[in-house]
């Protein structure tokens, strides 16, 4: 059994380690939402002591940057090990990354209100699972989620993160 499952690992380490560290890098973001709502709404409140609509956006776009770092750091560094090194490739890299995930983003954004929008012209308002409610957002986020990680990972793995024979052929 532990053969099989050392086997398995290492046939699919990359993905593994993908998935593994995109829960991290999920979880990190959420912190740095998470503090930075915490800390903002002593500054940015509406006088109830609840976030502004500004608090919100800086809390989105900490939460964004935040997430874009630690995936670029982690995928250098643990998914995607045997891509090309040096300073310059990993500038290249850095942007290439961070501009496709200003791509996903959109393609996100798009595919989440899509989603909705077709669940709701369907008469589709709600769903239950397991005994819970589920509703048309819940869906369309989950659906729209896994769209996006496997667009990122794709990118990633063949636009960001080449080979170094890969690199050589371009």
């Known amino acids: 059994m532990i053969g099989r499952l050392k086997s398995f690992y290492e046939k699919h380490k990359e993905i593994i380690s993908y ?3 995109g829960v991290v890098t999920t979880v990190v973001s959420l912190g740095a939402w998470y503090l930075t709502m915490k800390v903002g709404v002593l500054f940015l409140n509406d006088g109830n002591g609840e976030p502004t609509t500004l608090l919100d956006a800086i809390g989105s776009t900490v ?3 935040v997430g874009v770092a630690v995936a670029f750091i982690t995928n250098k560094k643990f998914v995607f090990t045997d891509a090309e090194k040096g300073l310059g490739v990993t ?3 850095l942007l290439t990354f961070t501009g496709s995930r200003v791509l996903t983003y959109f393609m996100e954004m798009g595919m989440n209100i899509g989603t909705i929008w077709a669940f709701q012209a369907l008469g589709y308002r709600a769903f239950e699972v397991l005994g819970f409610c589920v509703d048309e957002r819940i869906w369309a986020k989950a659906i729209t989620a896994v769209a996006v990680t496997i667009a990122n990972y794709v990118i990633s793995k063949l636009f ?4 170094k ?3 050589k052929e371009k």
């Open 63 to 65: 939460q964004w940057v």
């Open 160 to 163: 960001v993160f080449r080979k």
């Open 91 to 93: 500038l290249r890299q």
């Open 165 to 167: 024979s890969q690199a």
């Open 19 to 21: 998935l593994f560290f």
